[in-house]
């Protein structure tokens, strides 16, 4: 592109923000417009935006940019970050601001910005070369490449020159050696990154299937999540701590199954410590990303969807299998936060708020928009009412972070009567949104709507709440809505467009959620859309080989080589949880293929279980439902679904017990004799008796009788 050509477009495409527009930079002219503008303020993606007034010229990961590295001969400088990391956010501040560092990068390299939550694909493989360099990873993630592509250093996070925060070194010194080395012996740099990249291919290449992993495996995680808990605060021992290195859902399971009392206790005790800490959002609901330390006080503030969808799970889940209704509350609180604060015009879900906000001073800090002194709470409440806020919440002079205090229940903290938290909380809540909130990304990605829709819609069907119901059908809706005209699925959707390929994840946590929405409404439709989500994804992501699936899929781009991810982190991995579904509609439609899709995902992972079965906890939900055996529930209603007149009395069961591996339809008489009765070969042609709404319960095919007592159901249930 000529020089005018872009400049003229990005001309363009900064007065097309309007008036309103507030350029994220330090270096403005007179009148407040911009001193420099990139390439990045033509891209959809809130990280690339937010870089695109940095007086480095950036390049979004483009064909273009790599052609002009290899046409001048140099190297390439890859940022991979997203919007509302922290230490992304200082980076920028403290080197792709700096002048004379902007300078020496656009001399000397071409400079690619890559949005991890965008491109997973990218991040996934220089994520792999920064773990197998420096033995860690994280964000924001410095790697240089060749023009080819191909890694030769890299780093995390650099301070901006040699002195700042300590640093014996910082980025203004790597890039000066690297471009020294670069410029003197090109060769051995191009040498040294073929070595890397062969193997980058050979450890990533995928192991051959096993033999099924026995069900002992999961007694084996059971006993490694016993030696690594926290019996003061929950969790697993360490710091920082994330929710997601516990298998909270897994031990619920295990428990409810085997009696074991221990089990049980280390998801209470852990639960009990999260919400009561400083992670949780005390005010608005909703959980930060994890904590900075040992007893979930001072949290990494950014709320991310994915942690609040997989935290609501589970602590419904946990309410379950515990009959403790604070946990129910705290699922209620998550998703209030969600819906209130988190949901697009369009029924879809945001991705993520920052950690960082803005000070009464305008200087962007962490944690500024949820922290308090107590000057701040006497200011809101009064004197009269401040000291119970204080005491209730655990506000101190000194605070938790520079002075300011995070909200969290401490031990010995005085009982309120309920109306009055709820009366304090809410003042508190009013005067905290005068303050500068955090930034919110407002993509919608579609992996993690989905989980949010799982998360919905198993609320739903437990809680009976319809809020939660009509917000898991909407934004179904959207996602399949938005797929092109070949049906194609996209990864994220932006301001109403779909944008991008769909990846593995996007894909089989769709599936799942549209299960969860068959169950919850009794549609074949969705039914019928999870099937062919699934077999989309064996025809494109999937591993003919040696099973699993690949996170890229045939028609993406092709990088270094395609991840197949194998760790449930965060979120999990696709493969645990595509081996779940296909689980799941084995059971449902009686498919034999399934069946075998299910084993095959769980035999290309057995040999990774069998020496960390932690690794993949999600996975070994889908060997619990596979070797154990799903119940087969049937809820004949005379109309309506789950949330009906009809079927509520039965599903009142669900909300006091925990039952592993339900395979729930609740459906019409009419619908059972007719389509969905043909999908469903367990349900076909379940009557109701005497007229009456009526449940059946079944297992592999043997069926207690039918009944019209909802206690009766209940019992048939636990006796399963």
Known sequence: MHDSTLRAQLTAALAAKGPEYLPR?????ADGSPRYTNRLILASS?????????????????????????????????????????WCHVMEEESFEDEEIARFVNERFVCVKVDREERPDVDAVYMSFIQGMTGRGGWPMTVFLTPSRQPFYGATYLPPRAGARGARQGLLEVLRII????????????????LYSNELRTLSRPAPAGDLAPASTIDAAVAQARASFDPTHGGRRGIPKFPSAFPLRLLCRYGVRSGDERALSMVSHTLERMADGGMFDHLSGGFHRYSTDHQWLVPHFEKMLYDNAALALAYL??????????FADTTRSVLDYVLAEMTAPDGTFYAAT??????PAGVMEEGAFFTWTTHEIESALGVDDAPDAIAYWGVSETGHLDGRSV????????????????SLRARLREARAKRPAPLRDDKAIIGWNALTVTALARAAIVLGDARYADAAVRCCETILRVRDERGSLPHVIVRGQGEGLAYGDDRVFLSQALLDVFELTGHARWLDEARATMNDLAREHGDPENGGYFLSATSHEALLFREKPDYDGAVPSLNSVAALVWSRLATVCDDELARGHAERT???FSALVARRPLAMDHLLLALDWHTRGAREVVIVVREGGALSGDARPFLAALERSLVPSVALVVATEAALAGALGERVPFARGKTLVEGRPTAYVCE??????????????AAQLRAS
């Open 25 to 29: 930079t330090r270096h403005k002219l």
């Open 46 to 86: 809130p990280y690339l935006a937010q870089h695109a007034h940095n007086p480095v010229d950036w390049w979004p990961w483009c064909d273009e940019a790599f052609s002009t590295a290899e046409t001048q001969s140099k190297p390439v400088l890859l940022s991979v970050g997203y919007s509302t990391c922290h």
């Open 179 to 194: 471009d020294e080395r670069y410029r003197g012996d090109p060769r051995a740099i191009l040498a040294q990154s073929e």
């Open 317 to 326: 889940e946990g309410s379950q299998a515990l009959a403790n209704p604070r």
């Open 354 to 359: 920052d950690a960082d906000s803005a000070t």
């Open 407 to 422: 909200l969290h229940r401490p031990r010995g903290a005085p009982a309120l009567d309920p109306a009055r938290v709820e």
């Open 602 to 604: 769980m035999r290309a």
């Open 700 to 713: 592999r095919g043997l069926c207690q009788r039918p009944t019209t007592d909802p206690e009766e159901f």
